[in-house]
T-cell receptor, first 113, second 115 residues
Framework: DADVTQTPRNRITKTGKRIMLECSQT?????MYWYRQDPGLGLRLIYY???????NKGEISDGYSVSRQAQAKFSLSLESAIPNQTALYFC????????????FGPGTRLTVT | GNSVTQMEGPVTLSEEAFLTINCTYT??????LFWYVQYPGEGLQLLLK?????DKGSNKGFEATYRKETTSFHLEKGSVQVSDSAVYFC??????????????FGKGTLLTVNP
């Protein structure tokens, strides 16, 4: 079984809808991250969490919110989706700081029409 | 702030050709440097890393040397295979300045290897 799983893998939604992307990990790590990937822009950090009680904004948090339900679960929500949130979203986890290897999920491809 | 610049792709090579993907960085402190690879339809996975100047990271025939004097971490492989076709990301983690929680990624370089 994969160490980091994401659901759904693909989603098409309409402008204005609320959507939640879910992430689960079996690595036992405290740190979890949400990134978005856009063609030609690399990966940009949306939110990160050091543990269940410690959640922080990343570079591009506007329009997003997160919930850390347990050590193993970290969800990303788009409260009111807009077309420029169309992207590939990745969840990742690491044992310690950014210098440690990050383990990525397979990604969720989100299309907002 | 921190930034990573890597050569733009796409890069198309024939099997057994030599590969170089250039990566240079700007950092305020003493970064660790990484190459991640993303195979089609998958998430990123760590390919190799180096944590201090002159370190060489290596894995699966790929190598990269941390060059502080030129602020570079170029990825090389002597003989590529079709299975190496993927997107390659250079990244850094700066251990100073309070930003040690995050990776800063380059934009990625798409490599296609033809048989």
């Amino acid at each position: 079984d994969a160490d980091v799983t994401q659901t759904p893998r693909n989603r098409i939604t309409k402008t204005g809808k609320r959507i939640m992307l879910e992430c689960s990990q079996t690595k036992g790590h405290d740190r979890m991250y949400w990134y978005r990937q856009d063609p030609g822009l690399g990966l940009r950090l949306i939110y990160y969490s050091f543990d269940v009680k410690d959640i922080n904004k990343g570079e591009i948090s506007d329009g997003y919110s997160v919930s850390r339900q347990a050590q193993a679960k970290f969800s990303l929500s788009l409260e009111s989706a807009i077309p420029n949130q169309t992207a590939l979203y990745f969840c990742a986890t690491s044992e310690t700081g950014g210098w440690d290897e990050q383990y990525f999920g397979p990604g969720t491809r989100l299309t907002v029409t | 702030g921190n930034s990573v610049t890597q050569m733009e792709g796409p890069v198309t090579l024939s099997e057994e050709a030599f590969l170089t993907i250039n990566c240079t960085y700007t950092a305020t402190g003493y970064p660790s440097l990484f190459w991640y690879v993303q195979y089609p339809g998958e998430g990123l996975q760590l390919l190799l890393k180096a944590t201090k100047a002159d370190d060489k990271g290596s894995n699966k025939g790929f190598e990269a040397t941390y060059r502080k004097e030129t602020t570079s971490f170029h990825l090389e492989k002597g003989s590529v295979q079709v299975s190496d076709s993927a997107v390659y990301f250079c990244a850094l983690s700066d251990l100073s300045g309070g930003s040690n929680y995050k990776l800063t990624f380059g934009k990625g370089t798409l490599l296609t290897v033809n048989p």
